[in-house]
């Protein structure tokens, strides 16, 4: 079972950037395609990105692509999340999630989870 801890969040104006980072203990983070997903307040838990094993393949919602950028580090067991261009919008705690099947856009398809990190991005 592997185990995910979200770091990175915090307060930022509108067009500012942030990194995420969500760093994996207890199995190698290779064996497991990632994903991050958020959720505002009132709101489903919603699909950002995802990344195969290899990192090879990644997959974004639309309402981020172009602004945001998912990438792994097999060898660091780390995946991160750069986002640029933040608007009011992003504004959401942001999960990292772990798979033992293929990246998907779908949340149930994540076994593990992280606790979250804040990320508030103000006009």
């Known amino acids: 079972q592997v185990q995910l801890i979200e770091s990175g969040g915090g307060l930022v104006q509108a067009g500012g950037s942030l990194r995420l980072s969500c760093a994996a203990s207890g199995r190698t983070l290779s064996s497991y395609a990632m994903g991050w997903f958020r959720q505002a307040p009132g709101k489903e838990r919603e699909f950002v990105a995802a990344?195969?094993?290899?990192?090879?393949?990644?997959y974004y919602a639309d309402s981020v692509k172009g602004r945001f950028t998912i990438s792994r580090d097999n060898a660091k067991n780390m995946v991160y999340l750069q986002m640029n261009s933040l608007e009011p919008e992003d504004t959401a705690v942001y999960y990292c999630a772990g798979t033992r099947s293929n990246a998907s856009s779908r949340k149930s398809m994540y076994n593990y989870w992280g606790q979250g990190t804040q990320v508030t991005v103000s006009s």
């Open positions: 990344i195969s094993w290899t990192g090879g393949t990644t």
